[in-house]
């Protein structure tokens, strides 16, 4: 695979069957998300939220006319770091046949270079514990585990 003709861009409500089915395409996945055609509302309605807040991307990586990678980046102004804003990354996920081959690492660092351009102090993610090997590809990229997040499930 030649990473020089992948591109990124915004998705389309087209793309959300192809993004829901690699966020569901794993054992974590596949507890959480509810593939099936047609797609629950619920997707579509979160897609609607994100293409319309200017805080919200959701990007696409294709490979010719196949997307092979996505991930989300929220942008939030903050009252610390003397009022900058952070860029949090969300969603990562590639298709099987071209893990390993470079593109998560293009998805993060083109968001990175998104948070930059937006005047972002900080790039933000959270990885699953059951992800050892999420945590080490993101260490790889210069991400250091700073801080014990917690989440509460409602």
């Known amino acids: 695979m030649d990473l020089n003709q992948v591109i990124f861009r915004e998705a389309k409500i087209q793309d959300l069957d192809r993004i829901v ?11 959480r998300e509810d593939y099936k055609q047609p797609l629950p509302d619920s ?14 991307e959701l990007i696409v990586a294709c490979y010719g006319r196949e997307i092979i990678g996505v991930q989300q980046i929220t942008f939030t102004p903050f009252i ?11 969603g990562v996920r590639t298709v099987p046949s071209v893990r390993g081959k470079g593109v ?9 270079q998104r948070a930059k351009k937006r005047g972002c102090h900080i790039v933000q ?11 080490h590809f993101y260490e790889k990229l210069g991400f250091k585990p700073s801080h014990e997040g917690l989440k509460l499930h409602l």
């Open 125 to 135: 993610l959270t990885t699953d514990k059951n992800r050892p090997e999420a945590l």
């Open 21 to 31: 089915y690699m966020l569901s395409d794993d054992v974590l996945g596949s507890k």
């Open 80 to 90: 610390t770091y003397q009022g900058g804003s952070r860029a949090t990354i969300e």
């Open 104 to 112: 998560g690492s293009e998805l993060i660092k083109w968001a990175i």
């Open 43 to 56: 997707y579509i309605n979160a897609f609607k939220s994100i293409n319309s807040d200017p805080n919200n």
